[in-house]
């Protein structure tokens, strides 16, 4: 989205409104695979110890989620306050050329193909208990 005033100003000198969309508690539950032989032959690198699976839009509902964000942006766009902005979507994407841009299946096809994740951090529960536990207190 591009905004003529009061905005960011892009490689063309037009300015800007970036505007994301996130889901804030996603469905989606991904994997780490550790590698533990790896790292008792004496490799250190993350990379090479385990394998972070994210599992991003597994859940639909997720991405079902999303849309609906993106739709609530231009429900905002759509205000009388914001329409004095003169925001235009402008489709900077690779789905644009094969969906109408502005389409809930061109959104689909953004949100697939440019969707990442941002800082993520979280905890496991770790104890002796395999029912209440993620992993060990030797982290297994």
Same mark, same amino acid.
Do not use: H, Q
């Given at each position: 989205?591009?905004?003529?005033? /009061? *905005? %960011?100003?892009?490689?063309?000198?037009?300015?800007? !409104? #970036?505007?994301?969309?996130?889901?804030?508690?996603?469905? @989606?539950?991904?994997?780490?695979?550790?590698?533990?032989?790896?790292?008792?032959?004496?490799?250190?690198?993350?990379?090479?110890?385990?394998?972070?699976?994210?599992?991003?839009?597994?859940?639909?509902?997720?991405? /079902? *989620? %999303?849309?609906?964000?993106?739709?609530?942006?231009? !429900? #905002?766009?759509?205000?009388?306050?914001?329409?004095?902005? @003169?925001?235009?979507?402008?489709?900077?994407?690779?789905?644009?050329?094969?969906?109408?841009?502005?389409?809930?299946?061109?959104?689909?096809?953004?949100?697939?193909?440019?969707?990442?994740?941002?800082?993520?951090?979280?905890?496991?529960?770790?104890?002796?208990?395999?029912?209440?536990?993620?992993?060990?207190?030797?982290?297994?």
């Amino acid at each position: 989205m591009y905004l003529r005033r /009061n *905005g %960011l100003v892009n490689e063309s000198g037009k300015a800007y !409104i #970036l505007v994301e969309a996130s889901v804030g508690r996603p469905k @989606d539950i991904g994997e780490i695979r550790l590698k533990t032989k790896a790292y008792l032959r004496g490799k250190r690198k993350n990379e090479d110890l385990a394998l972070i699976d994210f599992k991003l839009l597994d859940n639909k509902s997720d991405e /079902n *989620g %999303l849309l609906e964000a993106i739709k609530n942006i231009f !429900i #905002l766009f759509n205000t009388k306050a914001l329409k004095t902005l @003169d925001v235009n979507l402008i489709p900077d994407s690779p789905c644009s050329t094969t969906n109408l841009a502005g389409s809930d299946a061109y959104w689909v096809c953004a949100i697939r193909s440019e969707c990442s994740v941002g800082s993520v951090g979280g905890t496991c529960r770790m104890g002796i208990d395999d029912k209440d536990s993620v992993v060990d207190t030797k982290f297994r």
